[in-house]
Structure formats: C-alpha cells, structure tokens
C-alpha cells in the first residue's frame, strides 16, 4: 500500500492549512486513517486518527484547532489545520490500518510526508 500525503506548506502562526493524503494498493477494508508527524530532533507523535465508526483521537497539542475527517470510499483522510502555531512544524505523515483482499490486517508503511512550516 502505498500512502500520498499533500496540502503542506508555508503559513504564518495563526494561519490555516488542510492536508489530504490517499491510500491505494490492497485494500479492502479501512479500520482508520490518522496523521502523525515529526519535529526535527523529535520522535513521530500522533496527531489525529479516526475510524469507521467516526471516532477520533487527537493529541492534547492540537484539540481545538485541528479536525480530522475521512473519505474512506476513496481512501483518504484529512486534516484541517487552523490556528497554527510555530511548534507544529513537522513533516506531517499520514498512516492506515486497513485489511486486504485475503482478510488480513496491516498497519501501512509510511509514505514520503509533507512539510509543515509555520513562521512567527
């Protein structure tokens, strides 16, 4: 399965940004979609994901300020991004939890990600 991540940019704090990333490969089922990203020098943090049933997690960081939505019958995920602010700057990632055509369930590899750039 191969993951394609867009929409990221450069915007000043307080700006906004929606990214939008699509699965394709075997897939026959989607169980969720999130974003994750990574901060220079950091390790990756999730920062949103939701799931079938609509259900979504976010990281304390970006409740209020960021939505994540899904499309699952064209394998993508989304993430409004408002308010932004100089600390979430990271490549931003998107991932998958999805089964295949035989049943089984992989979490999939990471794709190239999006840069994120917010200035002060």
């Known amino acids: 399965v191969q993951l394609q991540a867009s929409g990221g940019g450069l915007v000043q704090a307080g700006g906004s940004l929606r990214l939008s990333c699509t699965a394709s490969?075997?897939?026959?089922?989607?169980?969720?979609m999130g974003w994750y990203r990574q901060a220079p020098g950091k390790e990756r943090e999730l920062v949103a994901e939701i799931r079938t049933s609509d259900m979504t997690n976010y990281a304390d960081s970006v409740k209020g300020r960021f939505t994540i939505s899904r499309d699952f019958a064209k394998n993508s995920v989304f993430l409004q991004m408002n308010s932004l602010k100089p600390e979430d700057t990271a490549v931003y990632y998107c991932n998958i939890d999805y089964y295949n055509r035989y049943g089984e369930r992989y979490f999939g590899s990471w794709g190239q990600g999006t840069q994120v750039t917010v200035s002060s």
């Open positions: 490969g075997d897939i026959d089922r989607i169980s969720g």
